[in-house]
């Protein structure tokens, strides 16, 4: 129940294209959402996060999608470019931010 | 703001020996940290939550002899590895939070390589 299930696993798009990736959670007690974009030997950077009181959310060309019922949310990213090549981590907590539970990941590959 | 700085980055070492990783918050204060372990190619995986003044929780399956945590300050976590073994290789993560709104941040990461 505390897992969350991202997929794809790989994704590649050509520039300019939407990448969408999907997340879906089991614990309904999650409130917190968050999308972390990392690079080969980084650590994860906070990328854009939703609480389930909104069904969307937007920063720039990144857009948090969300379904309560369905238990379910993706990130889109519109006009991709070879620079958002990096993997990206679902996660969902509970009780604010705190502890995460992160998805497998997507490895993105943007080509030029 | 919201900055985590973790150290070193990169160390090798003996197996047998022990390696202390250092993770701060540089404009605030955190009373909780996480310490996180990454495989390649692998999510990461949640070891311990520290606390400043108490003692850490350990995740199921991690054992807190081996992996030692000390939060002694609201700026700094430590995580020492003591008589590290060549399975122990990895890439060990921390993450700190200002609050609830603000979301955690992650360090930048500290690739364990045990020889």
């Known amino acids: 129940q505390q897992q969350v299930k991202q997929s794809p696993q790989s994704l590649i798009v050509q520039k300019g294209g939407i990448s969408i990736i999907n997340c879906a959670y089991e614990?309904?007690?999650?409130?917190?959402f968050p999308w972390y974009q990392q690079f080969p030997g980084k650590g994860p950077a906070l990328l854009i996060a939703?609480?389930?009181?909104?069904s969307e959310k937007k920063e720039g060309r990144f857009t948090i999608s969300f379904n309560k019922s369905a238990k379910q949310f993706s990130l889109h990213i519109m006009d991709s470019q070879p620079g958002d090549s990096a993997t990206y981590f679902c996660?969902?907590?509970?009780?604010?931010?705190?502890?995460?539970?992160f998805g497998k990941g997507t490895k993105l590959t943007v080509n030029p | 703001g919201a900055v985590v700085s973790q150290h070193p980055s990169r160390v090798i070492c003996k197996s047998g020996t022990s390696v202390k990783i250092e993770c701060r918050s540089l404009?605030?204060?955190?009373?909780?940290m996480f310490w996180y372990r990454q495989f390649p190619k692998q999510s990461l995986m949640l070891m311990a939550t520290?606390?400043?003044?108490?003692?850490?929780?350990?995740e199921q399956g991690v054992e807190k002899d081996k992996f030692l945590i000390n939060h002694a300050s609201l700026t700094l976590s430590t995580l020492t590895v003591t008589s590290a073994h060549p399975e122990d290789s990895s890439f060990y993560i921390c993450?700190?939070?200002?609050?609830?709104?603000?979301?955690?941040?992650f360090g930048s990461g500290t690739r364990l390589t045990v020889v």
């Open positions: 520290s606390n400043e003044g108490s003692k850490a929780t350990y």
């Open positions: 996660a969902a907590g509970q009780g604010g931010s705190e502890k995460l539970v």
């Open positions: 939703i609480r389930p009181d909104v």
């Open positions: 993450s700190a939070g200002r609050d609830t709104n603000y979301g955690y941040t």
């Open positions: 404009d605030f204060q955190a009373t909780t």
């Open positions: 614990n309904t007690a999650f409130d917190y």
